[in-house]
């Protein structure tokens, strides 16, 4: 089992930068692939961006390619997501979740976190 716990969310301006991190508990977080997934309000949840077990490869939505970055520290259970040119459509709380597959799918994610608030407002 693998508990997850988000921080960093906030209330930012456009074109702000702000990082998320996700701490893991377990001793078995790098067998899990890793994913981001945010959810505005009267929205479906959305996929933002995943990374592999290894943190060799690291996948994105169209949205936010460019502006996110997506890391993970194995050695401290731990993967953040850098996000940077911030717009008000990127206002949604955000979650990490866990998959235990080779590459994080949605449809797999086994386990997710509480989630944290992201506002971007002028």
């Known amino acids: 089992q693998v508990q997850l716990v988000e921080s960093g969310g906030g209330l930012v301006l456009p074109g702000d930068s702000l990082r998320l991190s996700c701490a893991a508990s377990?001793?078995?977080?790098?067998?899990?692939?890793m994913g981001w997934i945010r959810q505005a309000p009267g929205k479906e949840r959305e996929f933002v961006a995943a990374?592999?077990?290894?943190?060799?490869?690291?996948y994105y939505a169209d949205s936010v390619k460019g502006r996110f970055t997506i890391s993970r520290n194995n050695a401290k259970n731990t993967v953040s997501l850098q996000m940077n040119s911030l717009k008000p459509e990127d206002t949604a709380v955000y979650y990490c979740?866990?998959?235990?597959?080779?590459?994080?799918?949605?449809?797999?994610?086994?386990?997710w976190g509480q989630g944290t608030q992201v506002t971007v407002s002028s």
């Open positions: 979740a866990a998959d235990p597959s080779m590459v994080f799918k949605l449809s797999t994610a086994t386990y």
């Open positions: 377990g001793r078995t977080f790098s067998r899990y692939a």
């Open positions: 990374i592999n077990r290894s943190g060799g490869s690291t």
